[in-house]
């Protein structure tokens, strides 16, 4: 028998990455999403018996009538330029959204891996992110209502496997980058690479000194898949440690690219934060992950992705 899985949010970016995972190990999966910020584009490659895609809103009551072991979290708007259009919707995904999931994942006795954050940490006094930080949040900025979205999404996972039993995991999901990633969607690689492949100026907030890391999209599925299957219920980092300046990875791309562009510097957007880089300690430790896929080998891969794509808007 196949096992089967709930992805919300299967038609995102990284939510379709893991339908593609969990089809290769023989899964059946359900993919739920109401293309909201994701794109059939995505999925069209794999539409099959054991793909059923799903066209909903997940902070409305959802039935699924078959039996299902696994359910990945991951409906939201997650870029800022999403977030900061569709405030109601981020929170409400968020809260409602993760609470359905949840009572789907209790009836259905599934395990319930929720995408969290690196957001939770808001513009952090501690670096690199340790799990056990409670992080620098505004919760009333511009960014808050996804931060508060994601922190409110942790808790009540927690509560319901506390009090409810359910069988829960949380990863904190840091920056991730790879083919399938919206040109036009505010973050700082997709832009970058558009910008340099159409010759346009580079755009950079601030002076570029803030500080990322970034992990390439296949890294990210297999840690998130091993952790679902460890029996740890705590936010876990998933993330790449090797951190570089904003001005950095624009200067690695218009190198790579060998674009003639401009880089430009525009101000800085409030509450962006000034550090972003994971403690991958516990994800070493648990799951004995670590990434694999160098920054030259992941951007030359997301570059060739661009290119072929560079007019459509995904």
Known sequence: MKKKALVTGGAGFIGSHICDYLLKRDFKI??????????????????????????????????INDNIEYIFHF??????????????????????????V?????????????????????????????????????PVGPRGVYDEAKRFAEAITMAYHRQQGVNTRIVRIFNTYGPRMRKNDGRAIPAFITQALEGKDITVFGDGSQTRSFCYISD????????????????LNIGNPTEMSIL?????????????????????????????????????????????????EGMNKTIKWFKENINGEN
């Open 102 to 138: 949840l009572g789907l994942a209790k009836a259905k006795r599934a395990k319930m891996i929720l995408a969290s954050t690196s957001e939770v940490y808001g513009d952090p006094k501690v670096h690199p992110q340790v799990e056990e930080y409670w992080g620098n949040v505004n």
């Open 220 to 235: 990210m599925v297999d840690g998130i898949f091993r952790l679902a299957q460890t029996n740890y219920h705590f936010p």
């Open 75 to 100: 409906a939201s708007p997650a870029s800022p330029i999403d977030y900061l259009q569709l405030p109601i919707q981020t929170l409400k995904v968020g809260s409602l959204g993760t609470h359905n």
């Open 248 to 296: 950095e990875l624009a200067k690695k791309i218009k190198s790579i690219t060998g674009s003639s562009s401009k880089i430009v510097f525009h101000d800085l957007p409030v509450d962006d934060p000034t550090v972003r880089r994971p403690d991958t300690t516990k994800a070493k430790k648990i799951l004995s992950w670590q990434p694999s896929v160098s920054f030259e």
């Open 30 to 63: 359900y993919c739920v999403d109401n293309i909201i910020t994701g794109s059939l584009e995505n999925i069209e490659h794999i539409r099959s018996s054991d793909f059923v895609y799903i066209n909903h809103d997940i902070t409305q009551h959802l039935e």
